[in-house]
């Protein structure tokens, strides 16, 4: 079992009063901060979330009990934490780059070496640019980055966030929980762990590796589980929607004893949930050529015919085949290959049209197309890192498998101009979408 970077045992905070009784604000708590893992902290307003956090950060004192960091008692020099918080907290007389240098100033950190880290960070959380910007002149959002770098500049061992995202718009929030994830999980972070303090349920079970719920008046831990989800998530998913409901009942309702939803008795009701997705490794010029014979052959066909015709072997043409049947643009059955009103369509089609059908048959059938044009729309530079996609391919696929797979999601994705490839900075770019042109300019008529 893995160690844990931060133990609190018996962990109590009360505070005496002048007639002898004393208000206790958290129950005695046993918690575990554990490598490797997004934790989020739920509880009602006022129930001592934050309280919490700073004790486990070597902030605050407990009343009684201890925190250990790696084994020793936990003190603030001692600790390898770094928070952001709520209200951003920037000096509003310093500009990003000296925000961000702020903390490695104070540990006396060389300026060459504070000046190259704090950069370095900046291109990181995506404000590159933004370095001479004082905080008057950042949105909300921007000003929550600088907050995420001055944190991140520091290398935390784990980073503690307490509600990073309450203060913003839901847009602008809903754009930095992916930013943040995508930083995670391509793990581009100096960090083994995370720990966010938060209100909202959806967000705690979006991020979240492990949820702890406390409930108030004093404060003890009411729940505390693993959220077993792949990212990126689906809200609408049932076991989505379960734990949602579940964190919601046990907030609101104290006085119930409630379990968590079994995730395998879930399952047993629900149909299993598929593999992830393979792509067949056939380009669009292949699947276009193989429904133009089909169209021209009466629209349908035996796959072995087929594969006479065209004078290849039936396995090098079963790909395209089956990319056809993915795409709803052909159906096959009994060794018989059929053309769709939809292959129809696309066989018919002008080279602009084509275009058109297949984003659209791309975005309905293909996950991975889905997942790429679904980040690119909230990011709010509308890019990202291919190592991103990379990674979560790499959790269901060899290494080849996954060169062969993102190769052809970019071959159907670039086709279909879901995205555009900057091959310098190896960043997917969300693309103009197919049939809507750029509006037209107007030339200055000379007066």
């Excluded at 934050?50 to 004192?61: Q, V």
Aim: proline share 7%.
């Amino acid at each position: 079992m893995t160690e844990p970077i931060i133990r609190a045992h018996a962990v109590e905070k009360f505070y005496e009063q002048p007639d002898g009784n004393r208000i206790e604000v958290i129950a005695p708590v046993d918690l575990d901060v554990e490598p490797g893992k997004i934790i989020t902290l739920l509880g009602p307003s006022g129930c001592g979330k934050s309280t919490l956090l700073r004790i486990l950060t070597g902030l605050s004192k407990p009343s009684s009990g201890e925190v250990l960091w790696h084994g020793q008692p936990i003190t603030s020099e001692n600790a390898g934490v770094a928070i952001v918080f709520q209200s951003f907290a920037l000096f509003p007389w310093l500009t990003v780059l000296d925000n961000v240098e702020a903390p490695l100033e104070a540990r006396g950190v060389p300026a060459l070496d504070r000046h190259k880290r704090a950069l370095r960070i900046l291109d990181t959380v995506g404000l590159d640019g933004f370095e001479s910007a004082y905080p008057k002149e950042l949105s909300g959002g921007m000003k929550q980055r600088v907050g995420f770098a001055r944190a991140l500049v520091v290398e935390p061992e784990v980073l503690f966030m307490d509600e990073p995202f309450s203060a913003l718009d839901v847009l602008t929030a809903e754009n930095l929980r992916n930013e943040l994830l995508e930083l995670w999980l391509s793990k581009k972070m100096p960090t083994s762990a995370i720990f966010i303090v938060t209100h909202n349920i959806e967000e705690a079970v979006l991020l979240a590796d492990r949820v702890i719920v406390l409930a108030r008046n004093p404060a003890w831990v009411r729940a505390d589980f693993p959220i077993e989800l792949a990212h990126p998530r689906d809200r609408k998913s049932p076991r989505f929607v379960e734990l949602v409901d579940y964190i919601y009942k046990i907030m609101t309702q104290p006085e119930l004893a409630l379990v968590v939803p079994d995730a395998a008795a879930a399952a047993a009701q629900k149909p299993v949930r598929q593999k992830y997705q393979m792509l067949p490794h056939a380009r669009v010029g292949g699947v276009a050529g193989l429904l133009e014979l089909l169209l021209d052959r009466g629209g349908k066909e035996y796959l072995h015919r087929l594969a006479e015709v065209l004078i290849m072997d039936t396995e090098d043409l079963l790909p395209i085949v089956e990319a056809s049947v993915l795409l709803g643009f052909a159906a096959l059955k009994e060794g018989d290959v059929q053309i769709a009103p939809e292959g129809t369509a696309f066989a018919e089609a002008d080279i602009l049209t084509r275009k058109i059908l297949f984003r659209q048959a791309a975005l309905k059938h293909v996950m991975i197309l889905q997942q790429i044009d679904s980040v690119l729309h909230a990011k709010t530079d509308h890019s990202i890192s291919q190592e991103f996609f990379y990674d979560i391919l790499d959790e269901h696929f060899s290494q080849d498998e996954v060169e062969r797979q993102f190769e052809t999601a970019m071959n159907w994705g670039r086709y279909a101009e879901i995205f555009d490839f900057d091959r310098e900075s190896h960043r997917l770019i969300l693309a103009e979408p197919v049939g809507e042109p750029h509006p037209p300019t107007t030339t200055p008529v000379p007066s």
